[in-house]
């Protein structure tokens, strides 16, 4: 059982960027492989970034690739999300994520623990 807490989220103007962290409790952070999700208002929830249960493996959807960095600390029990040259289109809320199947999935539906969100706006 693990529980995620996100933060960092805000308002900046394009082209800027925001970290976001998400805090996991328990003991067992470095046995799920982890990743970030976001929903805009009226659209479905889709697949941002993911990274396995080392950190040494990543992977990321193509509209973010190259501008977002998705990273953990296990000795901190603690993930990242490094987001510069935001654009209008990523405005949503971001979910912090966690499965123990093993390895990453960029469908939601493999994920067995999930924050509550934080609130990521960007104005044009």
């Known amino acids: 059982q693990v529980q995620l807490v996100e933060s960092g989220g805000g308002l900046v103007q394009a082209g800027g960027s925001l970290r976001l962290s998400c805090a996991a409790s328990?003991?067992?952070?470095?046995?799920?492989?982890m990743a970030w999700f976001r929903q805009a208002s009226g659209k479905d929830r889709e697949f941002v970034a993911a990274i396995n249960r080392s950190g040494g493996s990543t992977h990321y959807a193509d509209s973010v690739k190259g501008r977002f960095t998705i990273s953990r600390d296990n000795a901190k029990n603690t993930m990242y999300l490094q987001m510069n040259n935001l654009k209008p289109e990523d405005t949503a809320v971001y979910y912090c994520t966690a499965t123990s199947a093993g390895y990453y999935y960029t469908a939601p539906v493999w994920y067995n623990y999930w924050g509550q969100g934080t609130q990521v706006t960007v104005s044009s």
């Open positions: 328990g003991r067992t952070f470095s046995s799920y492989a």
